[in-house]
Structures are given as structure tokens and as C-alpha cells.
């Protein structure tokens, strides 16, 4: 019986459920007295009786494997199977002290071209990647201790099989194992290559390799270098995918004398050997090329080209009308944050028994893009943001490219004494939605359990929505509506936990917003175009606008004509332009008093620039300068590109409180006689400001025609 292994390393490898997908390595290590069946194929006989004239029957048998095999996640014991007795019966006619095994699996993505990669696994020079991986190796374990010299080619025959010789420290001070290995490749299509190594005795060695040059070595340091008491058998196949890159998976076996080697000093070996596909990973990197291959390709080939089928489309009706999107009657609350933070967050109380969520962001690219990011949940990047946040969890993704469907899993960690949550679900997109072509959405429904939910991992649910649409070329708005059942407790514990999900639940908006962030003046600028190129196609004034509109128009006629109201001219901010105020005589001293104002002012830029210009409230500049002033907030809503509800809270000074204002903004185009010789047109744009507090009127007047100065003047 093999010495159990120490409890957390158990504990590691139980964890250790990353898809091989993500990029770093999947390890699972199994030890016992028998070894476990690396796949070995048929065809190795005959390479070896090629190279090897002292090979026996029982040899020959032994690698004869199966064709493949699958990755364990927990460590076990292997069963006494006649294979597995068959493979030790071998391993123990070549070294007859060898008497215990240790295997391992490794799986990663490796971001090169698979008949290249295949050749850097068999070039052993000075310079290449697999020198570079075993000095890595050597001086992480070194420990103070004589750096072993690299790998070396001792004897190539024909091509057809090269004979490796490599050094291994044991358990005990002074003493190295010598391992020689035959590396040879076994399959070569257009699609994969496996490569096939193992072990040989020195005595099997022809009588030419050059294997004592290092003698001289071990007697300066004192070493004792001891044959045939270690041995490393295994495989590593590499499958052609997309965009030049290589799934990599890699089984080894390591065969040892127990009092030589310690099994803790074993799995250290066993680690270090499967580190080699974590190495390849971080060599041959190209994360963001690769993450640009794939969203190019889905825009390009996938989004125009794959129809929308009934069943999804109706998946998608399911999935709104679910979550109600549309739906003006919901009351949600806005999770604590300040109101001009760049993700707008809210939430609704249903006893605690779901997490419902709503988030609203203005993100600076292309809608399509944003769909490739949120459609790719398995992307380099998003691995890395899943990483940190839940560590080496389970996430993977499944889509051919042939449907607009494609199936996630994830894991996520749960603070303690919770249990950690594992979602099962399909991601469903279309563009074009309701006949809008500047409308995309995507619907994210839970599924039944894969039936491979791990033990104390529970399955929750989560149904998600999250509609783009495009403002401007580069800028669109993204509105996520989630809704997750965590299957908590009752309780305090509960709900603490569902309001740290709310949170965690809108977190794809914040790193959106952040990942497509511009410069504020080249978005502005975008936007204003995108309203001046909509101009003609705008939709009308609603009627329910229709007696405001005209209020406003009275409004020029009111200001010459009032009748009590006392006129106050205002300080000028240039030659042409002109600002004054009217407010009611007071009869009281506490009485309110409602004042109107009015600026004119020459701008350097057509009317329908400025029009657009005022028409955005909530551009990046005009929010800068309010946060600039310590204003609270600044918010538009229900923009149909005519009309608008704005609102923002001032600060005043003491004594007074902040005011908030509610506004309709609207627009409309009148002909008009020729202006200044050069508009045809004018473009009025009126907005209602009712005050409650004497003297605010004139800053705000001042304020505006300050703004559109400079922002006419710098851009």
C-alpha cells in the first residue's frame, strides 16, 4: 500500500476543476503499486524493436494502451485490472528496482500553430523552448542545490527516434537519477500529431551515445548519478484548432524505487513534468490576437450568416417577457452609489427570495463588438477575469458557430459558510431585434443539470437579458436585466449574500465600460454627428408634448412683454452676446418669486451642431464639468432623439438645500428667413425651468452660455 498523500494536496487536486479551455493546466495525480495505462499506440512496438535489440516480449506488451483517456480530478487508488498488472509486469522487466508508479494529466490551449508546436517538443538545442522550460524547471527546484545539467540528444537513429538523456534529484542528499528517454513521433496528420516517449535501460543504450560526458560534472559536485531506478513513460497529442492554436494534452507516468525517492519528492517530479504545458501557455501567449481572431470572425462570418431559428427566437420572447423587460409599472431601487457613477445599478425587493437586478451603461464601441465579448464567455480575457475572481473553477462554453445558441457552465465561489454555486445555462442572441436594426439583444436561460455538479457545489439559476443599442457608430447603451434564485436560507446570512450577488450580478457592465473607455471629446463627438445624421428622420413631437411646445414659443413674446416683472442686465462673456433676467416684484420678503432670463449669443458653428450639443445632457464633457462642481447628478431618460425627461440635483449654498429639476427637453426645426447671410434655417431648442429659490436663475444662464463658448471654441 502506497503512502497516503498529505491532506492538502488532496485538497488542491479536488479543487482543481479548471476546463481545459481557460488556458492554464488541469492536474490530476493518481499514485498506487500498479500504475495506471498511459495510451500508448501499437505502432510504438515496432520503433522500439528498431532501436532496441534487447527488447523483450513482455515490453512490447505493455504499450499497447488504449487510445485514449480521460482527466481525473480527485486522487484514487488504481484497481488491480489485468492491464494494470500487465504494465507494472513490464515496467519491472525493464527496471527491476522500480516498484511504485505516479501518474498525471494535463490539458491547456496553446496559442501556436500544432506542426510547429510538435516540432519545439522534439527540439532539445540550445535556444529552443524545451531548454528554456527545463532551466525554468531547474532553478525553481534548485534550492540551493547544483543546477543538473539540461536535456541532451545522446543518439538520434534515422530520424525516427531520438534518445534523450536528463537528470532527476532524489530524496537523498548527493544522489541524481540518471533517465534516458526515446522520443518519437507515432501519428502525423493534417489534423494532430502524437508524440510518444519512454524509458530505456542504460545497458540498452547503443554502445555510441555519448551518455558519460557528464561524468566529469557529478565528481566536481560530489554527485553519485544512479541508473534505472527512475523512469517517465507518457504522451502528448496536439489537435489542430482555429486561428493557429493547439489543444495540448499531456499523460506521464513515473515509475520509482520507493527507498530512493519519497512520494512527496515523487508528486513534486510529477508537477514539475506536467508544468510544461502551463510553460507552453506562457510562451507561445497571444491572448489578445487570438480574442481578436474569434470577434472578427463572429462579426464577419457567424453574424451575418447563421438564421435565427423559431425555437430560439421564441426562447428569446420567454426570456423578456420573464424579466419584464418593457415594463414601466416595476418600482426598482437604486443600489447605494453615488448618482453619477458610469453604470447606472438597481435592484427590487421580492422578500429575499430571488436577486433581481437592472444595470444601464453608455460603453464607446460598436454594438457588434460588444455582443462578440458578451457571446464569448470562454474568451483569453474573460478566463483571466474568472480566474481572479473564482480561482481555478469550472468554465467552459460550447457553440459550433452553426446556431445562435451556445451552452455555459461556471462555477463561482461563495464567501463562507456558503457553498459555492454552479450555473448550467444557454446564451441565445439576435440582432435586428423587433425590426430594429440598431437593437441587439441576448437571453440567457438556465438548463437542466449536466448530471456533473460536484459534490457540496450547488446548482442555482439565473435568467439574464441584456439588449445593445447602437447610438453612434462607436457608442452604444447596454441595459442587463438578471435574475438569479441562489437557493439560500432563510435568514440574515441569506440575504447579506443576495446583496453582495446584486452587486456581483452587473459586474460585465463595469468591465465593459472600462475595457472600451475613449477620450470624452471624440465620443461627444460621435454622438453629435450621429444626432445631426438623424435629423431628417426624427420622430415627431408626441402630443402629449405638443401644448408644452407651445407654452415655450409664448415664452419669447412673455419675456418682451411682461408687465411688473423688474429687468436685470447681466455681465457679458463677449462683444455679441447679451444676457438678461426678469423676476416678479416681491411684496413680502419671504414670498416666492419666479424669475424668466434670456442670453443670446453669436456661436462659431451651425445650428444644428449647436442643437446637438445642447440636446445631449448627458455627454461626457457636460457630466465632467458637473462632477467638476460638486453637483449630485445628471440623468436623461426615455430619448427617442426628439424628445427627452432630463433631470439633475444642484448643489446650492447654505442656507438653502439642493434643487432637483425634472425636465421635458425637446427640439424642432422651423424655415425661417435667411440668418447672418449663411443659415437658410434655424434649429429652436426651448427649455422650461421652473426655480424655487431666489437668485439661482443667473448662474445657470451664465453657466450655459459659458459652455457652448467654450465648447464651440476647443472642439
Not at 508508479?101 to 527540439?123: M, R
Not at 425590426?435 to 437571453?443: E, K, L, P, Q, Y
Not at 432623439?641 to 432630463?646: E, K, V, W
Request: aromatic share 8%; proline share 3%.
Amino acid at each position: 500500500m502506497a503512502p497516503p498523500l498529505p491532506l492538502s494536496l488532496k485538497n488542491s487536486i479536488k479543487k482543481g476543476k479548471i476546463h481545459p479551455e481557460v488556458g492554464d493546466s488541469h492536474v490530476a495525480l493518481e499514485e498506487g503499486v500498479g500504475g495506471t495505462n498511459i495510451p500508448m499506440l501499437t505502432r510504438m512496438k515496432d520503433r522500439i524493436k528498431t532501436v532496441f535489440q534487447k527488447t523483450n516480449n513482455e515490453e512490447s506488451n505493455s504499450e499497447k494502451g488504449h487510445a485514449g483517456t480521460s482527466s481525473k480530478e480527485e486522487v484514487s487508488k488504481p484497481d488491480s485490472s489485468n492491464n494494470e498488472k500487465s504494465t507494472e509486469s513490464s515496467l519491472q522487466s525493464r527496471f527491476t528496482k522500480i516498484d511504485k508508479t505516479v501518474s498525471g494529466h494535463t490539458s491547456t490551449i496553446v496559442h501556436k500553430e500544432f506542426a510547429s508546436f510538435g516540432n519545439d517538443l522534439l527540439n532539445f538545442e540550445k535556444g529552443g523552448f524545451l531548454h528554456e522550460y527545463y532551466a525554468e524547471v531547474g532553478k525553481r527546484e534548485g534550492g540551493g542545490k547544483v543546477n543538473l545539467p539540461v536535456p541532451k540528444v545522446v543518439h538520434v537513429n534515422n530520424e525516427d527516434c531520438t534518445i534523450v538523456q536528463s537528470f532527476r534529484y532524489s530524496s537523498a542528499a548527493k544522489i541524481v537519477f540518471r533517465v534516458l528517454q526515446c522520443f518519437a513521433k507515432v501519428r502525423n496528420s493534417s489534423k494532430s500529431i502524437e508524440l510518444v516517449f519512454w524509458s530505456v535501460r542504460r545497458a540498452d543504450v547503443p554502445d555510441e551515445a555519448q551518455t558519460s560526458e557528464t561524468t566529469e560534472f557529478f565528481k566536481l559536485h560530489g554527485l553519485t548519478v544512479l541508473d534505472d531506478e527512475y523512469s517517465e513513460d507518457g504522451n502528448m497529442k496536439l489537435s489542430s484548432l482555429s486561428h493557429q492554436q493547439t489543444q495540448f494534452v499531456y499523460n506521464i507516468k513515473i515509475g520509482f524505487f520507493s527507498k530512493s525517492l519519497s512520494l512527496v519528492k515523487v508528486h513534486k517530479l510529477l508537477q514539475s513534468a506536467l508544468d510544461l504545458a502551463t510553460v507552453a501557455n506562457k510562451k507561445f501567449d497571444r491572448s489578445d490576437e487570438v480574442d481578436n481572431a474569434v470577434q472578427s470572425h463572429f462579426i464577419n462570418n457567424v453574424m451575418p450568416n447563421v438564421p435565427l431559428s423559431k425555437d430560439e427566437k421564441k426562447s428569446i420572447d420567454y426570456c423578456i417577457k420573464s424579466l419584464k423587460y418593457g415594463d414601466d409599472f416595476q418600482t426598482w431601487s437604486r443600489l447605494p452609489q453615488n448618482l453619477n457613477d458610469t453604470v447606472q445599478k438597481f435592484t427590487i425587493d421580492n422578500d429575499g427570495k430571488l436577486v433581481i437586478v437592472k444595470g444601464i451603461t453608455i460603453v464607446d464601441e460598436r454594438a457588434e463588438v460588444i455582443m462578440s465579448y458578451l457571446i464569448h464567455f470562454t474568451s483569453n480575457e474573460r478566463n483571466k477575469i474568472g480566474l481572479e475572481l473564482n480561482g481555478d473553477l469550472e468554465r467552459s462554453m460550447k457553440n459550433d458557430d452553426k446556431s445562435h445558441t451556445s451552452r455555459i457552465t461556471s462555477e463561482v465561489k461563495s464567501p463562507p459558510p456558503i457553498t459555492n454555486r454552479r450555473f448550467v445555462g444557454s446564451h441565445i442572441w439576435a440582432k435586428e431585434w423587433g425590426g430594429n436594426v440598431d437593437t441587439f439583444v441576448i437571453a440567457s436561460l438556465p438548463d437542466k443539470d449536466d448530471g456533473t455538479t460536484a459534490k457540496g457545489v450547488v446548482l442555482a439559476t439565473t435568467t439574464a437579458l441584456f439588449v445593445i443599442e447602437r447610438l453612434a457608430e462607436r457608442v452604444s447603451r447596454i441595459t442587463q436585466l438578471q435574475k438569479t434564485d441562489l437557493k439560500l436560507p432563510d435568514g440574515f446570512i441569506g440575504d447579506a449574500i443576495n446583496k453582495y450577488a446584486a452587486k456581483y450580478s452587473l459586474l460585465v457592465l463595469d468591465e465593459l465600460y472600462t475595457k472600451y473607455e475613449r477620450k470624452q471629446k471624440e465620443v461627444d463627438s460621435d454622438i453629435r454627428l450621429e444626432f445631426i445624421k438623424k435629423i431628417a428622420s426624427a420622430p415627431p413631437i408626441s402630443t402629449e408634448y405638443t401644448s408644452l411646445v407651445e407654452t415655450c414659443k409664448q415664452l419669447v413674446t412673455d419675456f418682451d412683454t411682461s408687465v411688473g416683472m423688474k429687468e436685470t442686465n447681466l455681465k457679458k462673456l463677449s462683444h455679441y452676446g447679451e444676457m438678461s433676467m426678469k423676476r416678479k416684484e416681491k411684496r413680502g420678503y419671504c414670498e416666492r418669486s419666479i424669475g424668466m432670463g434670456r442670453c443670446v449669443e453669436v456661436i462659431d458653428a451651425p445650428p444644428e451642431v449647436v442643437t446637438s450639443w445642447l440636446y445631449d445632457f448627458c455627454s461626457k464633457d457636460r457630466q465632467r464639468i458637473d462632477r467638476e462642481a460638486g453637483h449630485i447628478a445628471r440623468l436623461s431618460f426615455a430619448n427617442d432623439g426628439r424628445q427627452q425627461l432630463i433631470a439633475s440635483v444642484k448643489r446650492v449654498q447654505w442656507p438653502f438645500s439642493n434643487r432637483e429639476f425634472v425636465t421635458i427637453l425637446v427640439w424642432w426645426k422651423e424655415l425661417a428667413h435667411i440668418t447672418l447671410l449663411i443659415f437658410r434655417s434655424t434649429i429652436l431648442l426651448i427649455m422650461a425651468l421652473r426655480l424655487k429659490v431666489f437668485g439661482v436663475l443667473r448662474p445657470i444662464w451664465q453657466n450655459l452660455s459659458h459652455m457652448v463658448r467654450w465648447e464651440m471654441k476647443e472642439g
